[in-house]
């Protein structure tokens, strides 16, 4: 895991660095703005580490510019107290969290691995429930047999299992896979809750889903 | 050769050859033939007056060529014997019935093993378990109380379409460039397949007002 700091306070970046790298990450630091964001053009992170207020280029100038060119890079910001204003916008210009500073040094671990966490669910290229398997990179529904989902198929599946103790509402599923099409309804939710039923049996999984038309759904181990 | 139903039942003319694999069983092994077609024959019709939808998109059947079935027992080296032909080597009399939609094809399936003067000698669902190529269908062995063997393949349209394309493959050696990139794509194709026939089980079961 590669994390890159930005932070203009020597001693505070020196400090976090070496935690940082106590705990097993490989850490890149800059101190000043510019040489931040040259380095995540240059380079690819896991987690960048932003202090907003830097010489030369602010955290929040240097977060605008990396989302620009579509890095997508999980980025944690850290702001004094005071400036409330700067979190909202840092939340806003697309940053994925924030560290009021002064900040426990525990805390600041817990948030890089939840944010790790978060970046690794999200991009990893297979996640898995029980006896099932679901690939991002083909779409494929694989457990003793596999099938390949069509996209919607997919976004629905990965919710599930992203979720797997969770009873999703309808209106939670329609707002997540399908909030770019009004038209959907709970019936469309229940048709593709259907397609992936009838595709779980196919692939020979034991998971099915609970729940029935317009109501919630969660995946459900059989019992052995 | 494979043929339909249509013609399954006409007695085909022609010297019966004397010294045939199948002896004198040729005559008998047609009329097992026929009467498990004209039972496929007698499922559409009730279906298609029950449910007002015709289970069987097309049959076929065919009794292995002397050739193929010699060439066989010679494969699993056995003697080039009636005994061979009709005991060892199960599919000298063969069945394939396609389907439309998936549930049609278990329907098919439970109501050929039925028939009180058949009975399932062995069964293998490839649709539940594909090969690892892709290739699915369900395959099973039904004897008849006269003691023939007959193999029946049962798949849906979309499966037969595969099945048809892999088999040009496997009898295409000498296209060795791309085989592998054929190979994935072929798998990769049997599950997308797979799963659009689940969709139109689904979308068919709405429609009916099945889906609950």
């Known amino acids: 895991m590669k994390i890159m700091l930005a932070e203009d306070t020597?001693?505070?970046?020196?400090?976090?660095?070496?935690?940082?790298?106590?705990?097993?990450?490989?850490?890149?630091?800059?101190?000043?703005?510019?040489?931040?964001?040259?380095?995540?053009?240059?380079?690819?992170?896991?987690?960048?580490?932003?202090?907003?207020?830097?010489?030369?280029?602010?955290?929040?100038?240097?977060?605008a510019e990396i989302r620009r060119r579509h890095i997508l890079t999980p980025v944690m910001l850290l702001t004094a107290k005071a400036e409330i204003d700067d979190r909202v916008a840092g939340l806003d210009a697309g940053a994925d969290d924030y560290l009021p500073k002064p900040?426990?040094?525990?805390?600041?671990?817990?948030?890089?691995?939840?944010?790790?966490?978060?970046?690794?669910?999200?991009?990893?290229?297979?996640?898995?429930?029980?006896?099932?398997?679901l690939s991002s990179d083909d779409l494929t529904l694989s457990s003793g047999n596999s099938v390949r989902l069509s996209i919607k198929e997919f976004e629905l599946m990965h919710i599930l299992i992203m979720n797997p103790d969770i009873e999703l509402t309808t209106q939670y599923i329609l707002e997540r896979v399908w909030k770019t099409e009004p038209e959907a309804d709970e019936n469309t939710v229940w048709l593709y809750i259907s397609y992936l039923r009838a595709k779980l049996a196919a692939v020979g999984s034991s998971v099915s889903i609970s729940g029935s038309r317009g109501g919630s759904f969660k995946l459900v181990k059989q019992p052995e | 050769m494979w043929q339909g139903e249509h013609t399954a039942f006409a007695e085909r003319s022609g010297m019966m050859e004397t010294n045939s694999i199948y002896g004198d069983h040729l005559p008998e092994m047609k009329k097992v033939m026929?009467?498990?077609?004209?039972?496929?024959?007698?499922?559409?019709?009730?279906?298609?007056?029950?449910?007002?939808?015709?289970?069987?998109?097309?049959?076929?059947?065919?009794?292995?060529?002397?050739?193929?079935?010699?060439?066989?027992?010679r494969r699993r080296g056995l003697p080039e014997t009636t005994e061979s032909a009709l005991t060892k080597i199960y599919d000298s009399i063969g069945i394939r019935i396609v389907c439309a939609f998936i549930d049609d094809v278990y329907a098919m399936v439970d109501y050929l093993k039925k028939f009180d003067d058949v009975c399932v000698a062995e069964e293998k669902d490839y649709i539940k378990r594909a090969k690892k190529n892709g290739y699915r269908s369900y395959h099973m062995i039904l004897k008849t109380a006269s003691g023939y063997y007959v193999e029946i393949q049962l798949r849906t349209i979309s499966m037969d379409t595969w099945a048809a394309l892999e088999h040009h493959l496997k009898y295409k050696k000498d296209i060795k460039e791309n085989q592998d990139l054929i190979a994935d794509e072929l798998k990769r194709c049997a599950d997308e397949l797979a799963s659009t026939d689940l969709s139109m089980q689904i979308i068919r079961n709405m429609i009916m007002g099945d889906l609950t």
């Open chain 1, 10 to 63: 020597k001693d505070l970046n020196r400090a976090v660095c070496a935690v940082l790298t106590r705990e097993g990450y490989s850490v890149d630091t800059a101190y000043d703005g510019e040489e931040a964001l040259r380095y995540i053009i240059q380079d690819s992170y896991d987690v960048i580490i932003l202090d907003i207020m830097m010489p030369k280029m602010t955290g929040l100038e240097v977060l």
């Open chain 2, 34 to 73: 026929n009467d498990i077609m004209s039972r496929v024959g007698d499922a559409r019709k009730a279906m298609s007056e029950r449910l007002g939808m015709d289970p069987v998109e097309h049959c076929l059947c065919r009794i292995k060529s002397e050739e193929s079935m010699r060439e066989k027992c």
């Open chain 1, 103 to 133: 900040f426990a040094i525990k805390e600041l671990l817990a948030r890089v691995r939840a944010m790790t966490r978060r970046y690794t669910d999200f991009s990893g290229n297979k996640v898995s429930y029980d006896d099932i398997n």
